[in-house]
């Protein structure tokens, strides 16, 4: 069984109370520092948790095994959402609202948490990034919330690792189940300053 290493967690405490709880998950290979860099520009108000992926890959982490074909089997990203859905049960802390930030891998696991607890998330930021392919149960109560969950969703004209074919599958599967914000850049798979003020204009308004 997967599990957040919750020694690793990078934490940023938000302002008045930090009652919002903004959860960062990383791409493929990163760690937990990697996205905590954004935390100085990110809302003040938020409080900030930037988690270590589970398993090991490369010279950093993963959340599941990297394929660059599309799976629709979901065994694999189910389980590090299930140890992140866990993790966040742990906390002592009560939060007023989580929402969900993820770069590349990281943001493909941002909307698989949407997708196993739908009524458990504010907002998702979801950069550079992908869904899973195939269906699960739980879609439907996803498409079916009222108001439906707000996503930013960003991709980069030259990003090469998330490919067109990629994006054009996910966008409809996205804008069925949420609220979409779309932005693209022409940048490769990064984030530049455009996008981070996107980025906190969002968060802002959620």
Same mark, same amino acid.
């Given at each position: 069984m997967?599990q957040?290493? &919750?020694? $690793? ?5 938000g302002?008045?109370?930090g009652?919002?709880l903004l ?8 760690h ?8 100085p520009?990110?809302?003040?108000a938020?409080?900030? $948790?930037?988690?270590?992926a589970?398993l090991?890959?490369g010279?950093g982490f993963a959340?599941?095994?990297?394929? +660059?074909?599309?799976?629709a089997d979901h065994a ?6 299930? $140890?992140v859905l866990?993790w966040?049960?742990g906390l002592?802390?009560?939060w007023?609202r989580? !929402?969900?930030?993820g770069f590349?891998q990281?943001?493909?696991?941002a909307v ?5 607890a739908p009524?458990?998330f &504010?907002s998702? $930021?979801h950069?550079?990034?992908?869904v899973h392919a195939?269906e699960?149960?739980?879609?439907a ?7 439906r969950? +707000? ?7 030259l990003?090469?690792?998330i490919g +067109?074919?990629?994006v054009?599958r996910?966008?409809p599967?996205?804008?069925? !189940?949420?609220d *979409?914000e779309?932005?693209t850049?022409e940048r +490769?798979?990064s984030?530049? &300053?455009?996008?981070l003020?996107d980025v *906190? &204009?969002f968060?802002?308004?959620?």
């Open positions: 997967l957040i290493d &919750a020694d $690793a967690v990078r934490w940023r405490e302002t008045d109370g009652h919002d959860v960062v998950m990383h791409g493929l290979g990163s937990e520092g990697d996205l905590f860099g954004l935390a520009h990110l809302p003040a938020l409080t900030i $948790a930037s988690l270590r589970p090991p890959y010279g959340w599941f095994d990297f394929s +660059p074909i599309d799976s694999l990203i189910d389980e590090a959402a299930a $140890a866990a966040l049960d002592e802390r009560p007023r989580v !929402h969900l930030l590349s990281g943001g493909a696991m698989q948490l949407a997708r196993l009524e458990r &504010a998702i $930021a950069l550079a990034s992908f195939g699960l149960e739980s879609d109560a996803l498409a079916a919330r009222d108001p969950i +707000p996503l930013l969703t960003t991709i980069g004209t990003d090469d690792v +067109p074919d990629r054009a996910s966008a599967w996205l804008d069925a !189940h949420f *979409v779309r932005h850049y +490769p798979h984030i530049v &300053a455009d996008e003020a *906190v &204009a968060l802002e308004r959620v």
